[in-house]
């Protein structure tokens, strides 16, 4: 019994985590109607980033996480502005192919300048232990992560449904001519996007790579938790990341508990498929008109 | 004759090697309402994308208020005063009617401004104001009208292109809508009207175009102009065929 309740406390822990690692995807799904395949891998170099800089230049974490956002918002812009924006207009396939190769090159070129293997960014919090009661007990860094994820799914929620720049942002995902003819430059509201979904996968990126151990390739495995809490959440829905990862990690952890470990992957996904069946949009997904 | 505000000259358009539009020139005046009549596939909407930045003219100029505005991006021209109510209204179907008007009034800075003009608007479309919580897609046809209208309005913009705005509304909806504009047009604000409606155009508006495979084959004021010559012309028959 104990075991079962460790388990939904952890998986509901680890399910915050898991939304801050979808929701950048989310976002650029519901704006831009582009699934990123070079999420998960742009989330891994900012985790090298902050490593690399907490490392070798700065003692404060949170100024290497800083800089390291500024880094992937310059990155992110670059490959929307150069990349993206260039092709966007011929359909979501071509953006689609774009975001491919980009994930292949973005992988080896961290194989080239990090090597192959394994990092951990330590930090104070990854040691301590909230509570131990007998056979239960909370991680810090868990619970940084979920506390973390929350604030930053609640900001991005205000921010595109009660602000002008939101109501512009979703106004251009709406029906790109009828923005451009209300005088939004949408393809500035595509770059805004992309620089707030950085700054959200930098995060991401730091408390991924100081909760697991991660290496160049990592970033593969992370864009399927992505693709499984934006499809469970629904796509394109905010707070639905958030529901999506606390169903795929407790699913996840109670899988683990129940059957074992080896099956942890493997019922985490059942249940994403039998929710696909049940509610394809997915839970605060909109159903498609017309 | 007033102040010209809008100025299209000896337009070519292509869509790759068809030629949608030919040798097209528009002269229009602040403060007028002018019409296009056209039948399905004249050129009408090519036409107006064009004006619009949408699409780029092989041939020609488009200017606006004495300024050269051709090959300029739609959010552009949009900021400068000119904007087009889209064929199929084209709303923002997830978000409230409110928020329709708010992005509307993108382009317009001032906070004062912005509530001024969405004052004028719900003072036109009453029925806006009751619906400004609800989502836009639960609106009717003519509602959608009412407030694609609306959110242009709230640019405060000099001239108002509308790309058949009665297609598919009940007459007592249109005629509602028709009196509406003239308002508007009252106001100090220019409007060209696509339509593929002869009467309705010739009696509510100005100054009439007839746009034919392409090109202008008349053009006059809406009082002078024969209804039957205007009707060969739609049709193609007559000294037009």
């Known amino acids: 019994m104990a075991s079962i309740v460790q388990a939904i406390m952890t998986g509901i822990l680890l399910g915050g985590l898991y939304a801050l690692i979808g929701v950048g995807m989310s976002l650029i799904f519901g704006i831009m109607k582009i699934t990123n395949i070079a999420h998960g891998d742009l989330m891994i170099l900012s985790a090298f980033f902050t490593l690399m800089l907490t490392a070798n230049l700065f003692k404060s974490i949170i100024l290497a996480l800083i800089v390291s956002i500024i880094i992937m918002i310059v990155i992110g812009v670059l490959v929307q502005k150069f990349l993206i924006n260039s092709v966007i207009d011929k359909g979501s396939e071509p953006a689609l192919l774009v975001t491919f190769g980009l994930s292949i090159v973005l992988q080896n070129a961290m194989i080239l300048k990090f090597g192959p293997n394994s990092q951990l960014i330590s930090t104070a919090i990854s040691e301590v232990n909230i509570f131990r009661h007998g056979q239960l007990s909370m991680s810090g860094q868990y619970l940084l992560n979920f506390v973390v994820a929350v604030v930053i799914i609640v900001i991005l929620t205000i921010l595109i449904n009660r602000t002008s720049l939101g109501r512009g942002i979703r106004a251009t995902s709406n029906d790109v001519m009828a923005a451009e003819l209300m005088g939004i430059n949408t393809k500035r509201m595509y770059i805004i996007a992309m620089a707030l979904t950085m700054t959200a996968t930098c995060i991401a990126g730091l408390l991924v790579g100081s909760t697991f151990v991660f290496y160049p390739s990592s970033g593969t495995q992370y864009l399927i938790i992505a693709f499984g809490v934006v499809v469970i959440g629904g796509m394109g829905s905010i707070p639905g990341t958030l529901i999506g990862g606390i169903i795929l990690g407790v699913t996840q952890l109670l899988g683990a508990s129940i059957f074992g470990t080896p099956y942890q992957m493997l019922t985490g996904y059942v249940v994403l498929l039998i929710l696909l069946t049940l509610r394809p949009q997915g839970l605060l997904g909109k159903a498609k008109r017309k | ?241």
Not at chain 2, 127 to 154: C, H, P
Not at chain 2, 186 to 209: A, M, P
Request: glycine content about 10%; charged content about 25%.
């Open chain 2, 1 to 241: 004759m007033s102040e010209i505000i809008l100025e299209v000259s000896n337009l070519d358009v292509f869509y790759g090697d068809l030629q949608a539009i030919h040798d097209v020139s528009l002269k229009i005046e602040k403060g007028s309402m002018v019409s296009l009549i056209g039948a399905n596939g004249a050129g009408k909407s090519t036409l107006l994308t064009t004006i619009m930045g949408v699409n780029k003219p092989k041939n020609g100029k488009i200017f606006w208020k004495g300024q050269d505005i051709t090959g300029l991006s739609t959010n552009k021209i949009v900021s400068r005063g000119l904007t087009l109510t889209p064929e199929g209204s084209h709303i923002f179907e997830d978000m409230t009617v409110r928020e329709n008007l708010q992005v509307g009034s993108w382009t317009n800075k001032s906070r004062e401004a912005k509530a001024d003009a969405e004052e004028k608007v719900y003072d036109i479309f009453p029925v806006l104001k009751e619906k400004r919580t609800q989502l836009a897609s639960f609106l009717s046809g003519g509602q959608r009208q009412m407030l694609a209208i609306g959110r242009a309005i709230m640019a405060s913009p000099e001239m108002i292109i509308c790309d058949e705005i009665s297609l598919g509304l009940a007459p007592v909806v249109i005629k509602d809508i028709y009196a509406s504009l003239r308002k508007i047009c009252e106001s100090g604000v220019t409007f060209l009207l696509v339509e593929q409606e002869v009467k309705r155009c010739l009696k509510y508006t100005d100054y009439g175009y007839v746009m034919v495979k392409g090109g202008i084959v008349m053009e006059g004021k809406c009082s002078e102009l024969p209804e039957d010559k205007v009707s060969d012309a739609y049709f193609g028959i007559g000294e037009f065929a």
